[in-house]
Each structure stands twice: as C-alpha cells, then as structure tokens.
Antibody, heavy 120, light 107 residues
Framework: EVYLVESGGGLVQPGGSLRLSCAVS????????MDWVRQAPGKGLECVAR??????????EYAASVNGRTTISFDGSKNLLYLQMNRLKTDDTAVYFC???????????WGQGTLVAVSS | DTQLTQSPSFLSASVGDRVTITCRAS??????LVWYQQKLGKVPKLLIY???TLQTGVPSRFSGSGSGTEFTLTITSLQPEDFATYYC?????????FGGGTKVEIK
C-alpha cells in the first residue's frame, strides 16, 4: 500500500525558514516523479516543486513563485521527501501536499497535507 | 506557463442532473489533462487522467473528453456525494498547472 505522510508545518515569521518532510512507503521512489502541491486557505491548487530521476541524477523543477527560495530533495536512506523553504512570505501560507506522479501523467496518491502559516 | 480556465466557477444542480464542466488551455496540451474532485477539508481525489481514462474505482457516471485546448468533465446523474469542487490539471509541460476550480453545490 502506498503511503505519503507529511510533517513539519507550523507558524513561522515572514523571512523565516521551514523544512517540510514527506515519508513515503509502498513504492520505489526512483520510479516516480514526486511533487509538492500547495493550497492557500479557500483557494485553488498550485504545484510548487517536482523531483524525478533522469539517468543517475535527481532533477528538481520549481514554480516561479518559489524558485530561488525553495529546494526539493529526497533522502533514499530514510525514504523522506523534503521541501526546504526559505525567505518565507505571507503568500506562502497554505496546506502543502506531497503527491506521487503515478505515471501516465497523473497524481494518483496524495498525503493528508501539512499547514504552513506565515505571519508576524 | 500554460493557463487553464475552468467554467463555470460555480454551479448549482440537483441530484440526478447531468453536469458538464469545461477546462480550456491557453496552448495545446494534447491529451495530458487530469480531473480531480476535492471535498471540503479533504485531499483531492483523482477522477480522470489522459483526458478520458477513468481512474480505478471511480464511478462510471464520471467521464472526460477533449484534446488540444478544450476539455470537458461530465457527470451523467449527479449524486449527493458528488457535491464538491472539481479541478483540471495539465501535465503537458512544467510548471504543471491547475484550473481555478468549479464548485458544484446543491440546488
């Protein structure tokens, strides 16, 4: 069974940093792209970062809204997907979901989400 | 970036109604279009991928069609559990983008 479990959200001041984690199980990480998707309160969905294996390397991609402030990574020894967010802004306030690209161009599994609140 | 425009953004319907939601892309995304359902406070649920392929376990009253820049999600006979917000998403190019959502409420 596939499981994605996020953690690490919380209240942080503008300009601060936070690292989100997503524990993955039930599949081989390197076989799939993984994404972080966020949803601001009462708003729609936004893909913010993606990571996948091409050749022997993990290749990250970022949305313009977080590029330069955010790093997506994976620790294979712990089966943890990370999202390091720096220089946080109030606009980054959202529930952050970890998702799996199940192949055939779709997010087939989602975690339950973790809330990041950026406020002074 | 590929923009996705959903219409309507809100619709009011009755149980048993046929409902159609449209998603228009700002550029050709071939058939790389996905539909999700999200209920309040819940995680999005995959309904349809590849524009028209029903995800395993999704009721057959849901169907998708389209290619290129125009796509539709149809619910043939709306059930009480279908009242939710529906999002389209394109997988043709990064950044992967979502439509703004269509909220389906009970009339």
């Amino acid at each position: 069974e596939v499981y994605l479990v996020e953690s690490g959200g919380g209240l942080v001041q503008p300009g601060g940093s936070l690292r989100l984690s997503c524990a993955v199980s039930g599949f081989t990480f390197s076989d799939h792209y993984m994404d972080w998707v966020r949803q601001a309160p009462g708003k729609g969905l936004e893909c913010v970062a993606r990571i996948g294996v091409r050749g022997n390397s993990f290749i990250p991609e970022y949305a313009a809204s977080v590029n330069g402030r955010t790093t997506i990574s994976f620790d294979g020894s712990k089966n943890l997907l990370y999202l390091q967010m720096n220089r946080l802004k109030t606009d980054d306030t959202a529930v952050y979901f970890c998702t799996r690209d199940g192949g055939k161009y779709r997010f087939d599994y989602w975690g339950q989400g973790t809330l990041v609140a950026v406020s002074s | 970036d590929t923009q996705l425009t959903q219409s309507p953004s809100f619709l009011s319907a009755s149980v048993g109604d046929r409902v159609t939601i449209t998603c228009r892309a700002s550029q050709d995304i071939r058939g790389h279009l996905v539909w999700y359902q999200q209920k309040l406070g819940k995680v999005p649920k995959l309904l349809i991928y590849g524009a028209s392929t029903l995800q395993t376990g999704v009721p057959s009253r849901f169907s998708g069609s389209g290619s290129g820049t125009e796509f539709t999600l149809t619910i043939t006979s709306l059930q009480p559990e279908d009242f939710a917000t529906y999002y389209c998403q394109q997988f043709n190019s990064y950044p992967l983008t979502f439509g703004g959502g269509t909220k389906v409420e009970i009339k």
